[in-house]
């Protein structure tokens, strides 16, 4: 069978020139407000968690909590590491950072790999953001649902990364002069990881109540949303 690329062009889709540069218009309001929605969120969810700790209500409650945690800290990696979230560069550099945090990505990576992943969409071993082969089966489906492999091939790349020992395809999409970015970038995702632990093996209950199994219990809702854009569709 021959494969045919496609584009907007070949498709027929065409948008007028003012059309296209009033969507690329760009403001700080709109991400604020959904920055300020998405907190009031998390304290509403995450106050019932809290009131519901030592009753079986806390099952729901982490589960609804850790999936407004989860999903939209997707969402912002996502956007900030286009720059397209907030007007004002340091708002967006900031909410990369803290979003990418919880997505579980070093921010500095997850800008380069997200542009490698929209210029080599789905190749093998040009994808930068593609940890699984394709095409997937129902048992590889719900391995990565369960978010165990991405845990892990970040995981490797986060300390590779802070060694400086950079993969061949992270050097083939990052610009050389980013790579010490990437490596102090892991280096800090690492001490606050590491601060996590030792604060949860301190004693501390909190950090392991409202970040650690919250994020574990959102993660697959969150590879839903990825995996119905990136591995449920035909070629």
């Known amino acids: 069978m021959r494969i045919v690329a496609t584009n907007a062009a070949s498709s ?3 948008l007028d020139r003012k059309v296209v540069k009033l969507l690329g218009k760009r403001s700080d309001a709109p991400g604020l407000i959904w920055l300020a929605q998405w907190f009031v969120m998390l304290s509403a969810t995450g106050t019932l968690l809290h009131l519901s700790l030592d009753t079986w209500w806390v099952v729901p409650t982490t589960i609804i909590y850790g999936i407004v945690l989860t999903v939209p800290s997707y969402s912002l990696s996502h956007e900030t590491a286009h720059g397209t979230a907030f007007r004002t560069r340091w708002i967006n550099e ?57 845990y892990w091939y970040y995981a490797k790349l986060l300390v590779m990364n802070a060694l400086g020992r950079f993969t061949p395809m992270i050097r083939q999409y990052t610009p050389e002069g980013e790579l010490p970015k990437l490596k102090w970038g892991a280096r800090a995702c690492l001490l606050v990881y590491a601060g996590i632990a030792a604060s949860i093996l301190a004693g501390y209950a909190w950090p392991l109540v409202f970040f650690v199994i919250p994020r574990l219990v959102g993660g697959p809702v969150m590879v839903l949303f990825t995996m119905l854009q990136h591995a449920e569709l035909r070629e």
Do not use: C
């Open 12 to 14: 027929g889709v065409s």
């Open 94 to 150: 900031l909410v990369l950072y803290l979003s990418s945090l919880i997505y579980l990505e070093e921010p500095n990576h997850r800008r380069y790999a997200h542009t490698s992943h929209h210029t080599h969409t789905l190749h093998v071993g040009k994808d930068g953001q593609m940890p699984f082969d394709l095409p997937m089966n129902f048992w590889d489906w719900l391995l990565e649902l369960s978010n165990v492999t991405y």
